[in-house]
């Protein structure tokens, strides 16, 4: 018997049954084909088409906005009164605002001492300023060096407290919410917070207060990220792509337009008052600075985005570590919106425009529609379009808005421009996790509150290329993504079809973004830290 003879190895019976059963299939999918299949379809198209459309106008309204603000020279000094601040004779240091800066930090040794290091190097009279370390670690030889670094400090003069807690309840938010309470606080005129991979200029406090100090309803100066890293890696010089093009045109818009904007939790200087009269630091979603912003722009108070002050800061480089910010950055608003949509519109202390401003733009174009569309229309609907030819895209949704609202995204990014085929391939990956975490939000599920913090490296990677080469343990389920390999397949498998029968040449596209979902189901992107 020939091993090749199939008929010899599997019975007739089985062949026949399966080849019934294969008919059946057929004959239930054409039965279902035109009355359900094309036109679910069909209405999928329309929906994700008329979200494209409202991302697209968007991003051109935006763009002509930052064209303005660039060709006018609407600078934030003639927008808001500032003045620098001057010594006087008679009252001393007296003169100067009490300033609080708050340290968050959780199991950070990689960066503590770089964070803790810049904050007491702020240049400001040292008798108005307060340093508070809020360490949340649970590893004890963490909290010993932290408080160490803080002695350290203290002992050179430096006002520098070391607060702990016995739990972590509320994460970042009960971290601040509990370092407000300390009595030291009640002095204190404004609060700077920086996260513990962030290192400001010893000059942000000048170039920051005095907005504070003669604009008395303005309420946050935030001050734009600037990454060390950026070029470690493909995977960091795409995240740079995406954030540049957030600070430089969506909050530079959102501060010269509405003076609202979302605070981006860190390297911001916030009015206590202000604080306070909003509700203070809430838990109740993973954006807790989100969720101040919006509470505190309902009571009337302005923000200033201070796109000419950058502060540094470490990108997550190991994938595992961005696809759990990610989590974070899209469920968090999805699910504050859920929370305050009937607030926001029922308010009554804040015009009309800036109530749709603030639902339409922010939360629904920016937030849910650009994480949705991304990935249902253009690795879900599109693709099934190949497989039901009744069902067609026109020329400019598929190709036309998609190609502007790239070439708008690149002009915050113009060194990474030849990089673009890449940075789409890259969203459009990680628009899948992005599209989860937004339903996770919007449906209030199982995840929605899950807080993990962004993984540091600091100079890890230095110091592990130093060691001894030792035998690297490689656990195969950190490496491996099903979710991505899965829609990898599918994007593969409609990319040979359309290669063998269709007529839309979509396999190109096609081929392109499920290589890409390979690679990241297998963990090949962003920096690999060893484990010895």
């Not at 200029?201 to 946050?220: C, S």
């Amino acid at each position: 018997m020939e091993l090749g003879d199939s008929a010899a190895v599997i019975p007739d019976s089985f062949m026949g049954y399966r080849d019934d059963i294969t008919m059946q299939m057929t004959m239930i999918l054409d039965q279902i084909r035109a009355p359900l299949i094309v036109p679910v379809l069909r209405l999928a198209v329309y929906i994700c088409l008329t979200m494209s459309v409202m991302l697209f106008v968007e991003r051109v309204y935006m763009g002509i906005v930052i064209s303005l603000v660039k060709l006018f020279g609407r600078k934030p000094e003639k927008r808001f009164k500032w003045e620098p601040m001057k010594d006087d004779i008679e009252l001393g240091n007296s003169v100067y605002p009490m300033v609080l800066i708050q340290i968050p930090m959780y199991n950070e040794r990689e960066v503590y001492q770089l964070s803790i290091g810049a904050a007491c190097g702020l240049s400001w009279p040292s008798d108005r300023i307060v340093i508070q370390v809020l360490d949340d670690s649970t590893d004890p030889t963490i909290k010993d060096l932290v408080e160490m670094e803080c002695s350290r400090w203290a002992s050179k003069g430096v006002n520098i407290k070391y607060e702990i807690r016995d739990n972590r309840n509320g994460y970042k938010a009960g971290a601040l919410k509990e370092g407000m309470k300390k009595s030291y606080v009640k002095s204190c005129d404004y609060v700077a917070i920086f996260d513990a991979d962030f290192q400001p200029e010893p000059d942000f406090l000048w170039r920051t207060v005095p907005f504070l100090l003669h604009n008395p309803k303005l309420a946050l100066v935030q001050a734009r990220w600037k990454f060390v890293n950026s070029d470690e890696c493909l995977m960091t010089r795409m995240q740079e792509m995406s954030l540049d093009y957030h600070f430089m045109v969506e909050q530079e818009v959102g501060s010269s337009t509405y003076a609202f904007f979302g605070f981006n939790g860190t390297a911001g200087i916030w009015r206590i008052s202000a604080l306070n009269e909003a509700g203070g630091w809430k838990d109740r979603t993973t954006v807790e600075d989100m969720d101040l912003a919006v509470r505190a722009s309902l009571k009337g108070w302005k923000f200033l985005y201070l796109g000419s002050l950058k502060v540094k800061n470490e990108l997550p480089s190991t994938f595992k570590a961005y696809r759990y910010q990610q989590h974070r950055w899209s469920c968090g608003p999805a699910n504050l919106f859920r929370k305050m949509a009937l607030e926001i519109m029922t308010n009554k202390n804040v015009t009309l425009w800036k109530k749709v401003h603030v639902i339409y733009s922010f939360f629904v174009v920016r937030k849910l529609v650009a994480h949705i569309v991304t990935f249902i229309f253009y690795c879900v609907v599109l693709p099934a379009t190949v497989l039901v030819p009744e069902v067609t895209v026109p020329k400019w949704g598929a190709v036309y808005i998609p190609s502007i609202i790239t070439l708008l995204n690149a002009v915050g990014t113009p060194r990474s421009l030849h990089l673009m085929v890449f940075w789409i391939l890259f969203e459009n990956v990680m628009s899948l996790h992005r599209t989860k975490a937004t339903f996770i939000g919007l449906l209030e599920g199982g995840r929605v509150n899950e807080w993990i913090v962004t993984e540091k490296l600091g100079d890890l990677k230095a110091k592990s290329a130093t060691k001894a080469p030792k035998k690297l343990r490689f656990r195969f389920g950190d490496r491996i993504h099903a979710l991505e390999l899965g829609v990898g397949m599918y994007l593969f498998s409609v990319g040979c079809y359309d290669a063998l029968f269709g007529k839309n040449h979509y396999y190109l596209y096609l081929f392109a973004q499920a290589f890409a979902f390979f690679i990241a189901g297998c963990g090949q992107i962003g920096t690999v830290v060893p484990n010895y």
